[in-house]
C-alpha cells in the first residue's frame, strides 16, 4: 500500500478507503484555440461535458480514452490535460 494512501487510512480511522482519479481534458479547436468543451475522466470511465459536436460525440462514445484522444485532431481539436 502506497505510503499517502496508509496515511489516508489512518486520518480516516477506518479500514475501507477508495483512491478517485478525476482528470479534465479541456478541448479547444484546432485552428483558432476556441474553448470547444471537456472530458471528464473518473477513475476508468469518462465522458463529455460541453461538446456541440454531435458528429464527434457519436463517432467516439463508447471508445478507450486513449483511442479518443488519438482522434481528436481528425475532428480539428487539441487538448489540454488537467489533473485533480
Not at 473518473?42 to 458528429?55: A, F, G, I, K, S
Request: charged share 20%; net charge negative; proline share 2%.
Amino acid at each position: 500500500m502506497p505510503l499517502a494512501m496508509a496515511i489516508c487510512r489512518y486520518l480516516i480511522g477506518t479500514t475501507t478507503y477508495r483512491v478517485v482519479n478525476v482528470m479534465v481534458i479541456k478541448l479547444y479547436q484546432m485552428d483558432t484555440l476556441e474553448y470547444s468543451g471537456s472530458i471528464i475522466v473518473n477513475n476508468n470511465t469518462w465522458e463529455y461535458r460541453d461538446v456541440t459536436d454531435d458528429h464527434m460525440v457519436s463517432v467516439t462514445r463508447g471508445m478507450p480514452l486513449k483511442a479518443v484522444l488519438a482522434c481528436m485532431a481528425s475532428f480539428n481539436m487539441v487538448y489540454d490535460m488537467i489533473e485533480d
